[in-house]
């Protein structure tokens, strides 16, 4: 397993939720754990697609792969969601909060004039 | 929202404002001003060291925080039409934790009742393939995957220790 910078790895939960396929995947597992198939079954989608999907997931480190003789069962692993979900929480309130004062600044710059 | 063309992932938001599109627009790319409010609360200071806003133009600003940490961020101007688009590349520099990850960042005027509409996206390009056809939802669905994360971990996992870094900008 290679060793991700923080970078490389935001890039990858942000490609890995970047399909709508996917996101559904996550909020599936956020349930509870399943197998590739189970997973698979709700979308029409070909095997090879839903390996590819779970492939992804993985890389992302988002889900794990736990094998049993033959049964592959899969999790969620949530801490690096929470990063990138926190990258989002983070960049709002910066842009919010600026927003906030630039509404005051234009009141200010119009009073002026 | 997201881009189709590049199906990136990451954040908007919008804001009207009582003043027209010229001035707003001015207020992004005039140093004098954006010192005045390009920062997320008034206790952190700002300072325009490079601002270029042409295509291929850079800025560099320097925020300061109230503890003494100074942290800047870089960036390129791609797209500048006054008064309509801005938009830009965003990279922190450190001590930021996310110091060395290029974004873009999209800005949007919008003549709208006698006002202007300001809308950001901010995003992170997703890197490899995928060319997906695209809902436009990811809003909507990664608020409904927190809420399962959520009530399966009881919130463990949302420790106070890991939100510290989401007041970094803000405290």
Known sequence: MAIHSPATRLDQVFHALSDPTRRAMLARLATSHCTAGELGAPFRISQPSVSKHIRVLERAGVVRRSVK??????????APLRD?????????????????Q???????????? | MSDPATDAFGLSCSRWFDAPATLVFRAFTEPALLERWFCPSPDVGVRVVVCEPRPKGRYRFVFSFPDGRTV?????Y???????RL??????????????????VTVDFVERNGGTEVHIRHERFAT???KAPHDGGWRGTLQALEEELRRHHDGRELDPGRRGNVDDLTT
């Open chain 2, 128 to 130: 490899i393939e995928m």
């Open chain 1, 84 to 100: 990138a979900e926190m990258w989002i929480t983070r960049h709002r309130q910066f842009w919010e909060g600026s927003l906030g």
């Open chain 1, 102 to 113: 630039l509404d005051r600044v234009l009141a200010e710059l119009q009073r002026d004039e």
């Open chain 1, 69 to 78: 003789g033959r049964h592959h069962t899969l999790r969620l692993v949530p």
């Open chain 2, 72 to 76: 800047p961020v870089v960036g390129e």
């Open chain 2, 87 to 104: 938009a830009f590349t965003w990279t922190w520099e450190p001590p930021d934790p996310w110091a060395g990850t290029e974004t873009f």
């Open chain 2, 78 to 84: 791609h797209t500048v039409i006054p008064a309509t």
